[in-house]
């Protein structure tokens, strides 16, 4: 595999995890590399949208699996559940 899409993919799998120095990592790759900014974004992207996927769909298996409502305007914030 080619050494640009390994750290696209990198840069996609932790925005998707929420890894915040495994994304500053890839990135400082990315640009030492030279990868075009407009694929680095692409990355975030995809990453972004599989976590949001993830998330959704944990939701509604726990609705359905506890046999209730959640309302995910209540579940998802701009920051953690403490905070």
């Known amino acids: 595999m080619d050494e640009n899409i390994k750290i696209l993919i990198g840069i996609g799998a932790s925005v998707a995890s929420n890894c915040q120095p495994c994304f500053v990592f890839h990135a400082d ?3 030492e590399l030279g990868i075009d900014e407009a694929e680095v ?3 975030i992207r995809i990453g972004s949208k599989i976590k949001q996927g993830g998330s959704m769909s944990m939701l509604e298996f726990i609705s359905r699996s506890m046999g209730i409502e959640l309302k ?4 998802h914030s701009n920051g953690c559940a403490c905070s």
Request: no cysteine; hydrophobic share 40%.
């Open 29 to 31: 790759q990315a640009e």
């Open 41 to 43: 974004i692409e990355a």
């Open 72 to 75: 995910d305007n209540t579940l």
